[in-house]
């Protein structure tokens, strides 16, 4: 399995808080990632003035409310929760399999724009392994979304590859590609610190819609008419595409598990990656869930590439 992350389970090894605001809302923003038990998978518990015992939702596909410029979580009964793509990527993106997110608000903290700083908070934590498997789901045949022009695309692969493009009009950005091997280390080092993005000539429509009260320099790249408006510029060269790899890898970890496969994307955004998973799930013969093998030995080595495909033993559950 090419270079991709261990055969057992993780969690964090500690309880860690950060403190934002919104990127939409505007209003201020506590959260919490704590250690879970194996198989609870990625979770939300939200605690605020509506909902005061707190209400859990599942970083679930099932679960998606929204996709206007941003993922949304909602549990049915009127509770949600927004922006969840970041941090979700940090999680996904270092590996951590079982994790509750607490927090106070209804949108995750903007933070930086980025999921750098969850990534930190990560490292601060630590990752503790358990003693359950890993489990993974395995892309069987090609799934194929085309919707105005944007086209998603999951196909088998023995490890975690995304191909993404994006092409706007502006030569600030223009066309751009990124293709990658995902693993902890790539995504920490070519991702994480690529920042959400939003054009200057937009503000004023998106504040009327009550959106984006949030945003500033200190949190988004801003596009203006002939040039980047923050004055540290750009973090990399084509940080835009990195941008919408980072929002996929966040997306995608709404499978519920990691992704044995290859993602292709071109000029999509959350609604894309929402639609390719649905088409997935839709077709039980698409995927399946797969254990990674139990060696005596792998508390402290990752797999070796090839070495647990080999060993995969189908489970549909």
């Known amino acids: 399995m090419k270079g991709f992350i261990g055969a057992r389970q993780t969690t964090l090894a500690n309880e860690i808080s950060l403190t934002g605001i919104g990127v939409h809302s505007g209003a201020p923003v506590s959260l919490t990632l704590c250690p879970a038990d194996s198989d609870t998978g990625l979770r939300f518990l939200i605690s605020n003035d509506d909902n005061a015992d707190g209400v859990e939702i599942a970083a679930d596909q099932q679960c998606v409310s929204g996709v206007t410029l941003c993922t949304v979580l909602g549990d049915g009964n009127g509770a949600s929760v927004a922006t969840v793509e970041h941090v979700l990527a940090a999680l996904r993106g270092l590996g951590v399999d079982n994790a509750l997110i607490e927090i106070d608000s209804g949108e995750v903290p903007i933070m930086d724009g980025s ?29 194929c979304v085309e919707e105005n022009g944007a086209v998603g695309e999951l196909t088998p692969y023995n490890g975690f590859h995304l191909d993404i493009e994006i092409d706007f009009e502006t030569p600030l950005i223009g066309r751009q590609n990124l293709s990658i091997e995902l693993n902890p280390g790539a995504f920490r080092r070519d991702i994480s610190r690529a920042r959400t993005f939003g054009f200057m000539k937009d503000v004023e429509q998106l504040w009327a819609a009550g959106l984006a ?65 649905k088409e997935l799930f839709a077709d039980p013969d698409a995927w399946t869930m797969v254990e990674a093998p139990r060696y005596r030995d792998v508390r402290h080595a990752e797999l070796t590439p090839g070495l647990a495909a080999a060993h995969f033993a189908a489970d549909r559950s």
Do not use: C, M, Q, W
Not at 125 to 143: C, D, Q, S, T, Y
Not at 238 to 266: M, N, Q, T, W
């Open 115 to 143: 999921a750098a700083p969850f990534v930190e908070a990560i490292d601060e934590a630590g990752i503790a392994e358990l003693e359950a498997p890993r489990r993974f789901l395995k892309v069987l045949k090609p799934v």
């Open 213 to 277: 009260l949030g945003a500033s320099l200190d949190n988004t790249v801003a596009i203006g008419e002939d040039r980047v408006i923050n004055r540290e510029g750009l973090r990399y060269a084509d940080e835009f595409v990195r941008h919408k790899a980072l929002d996929a890898v966040g997306d995608l970890a709404l499978a519920g598990a990691p992704i044995l496969g290859a993602y292709r994307s071109r000029r999509g955004g959350h609604r894309l990656n929402a639609l390719v998973l």
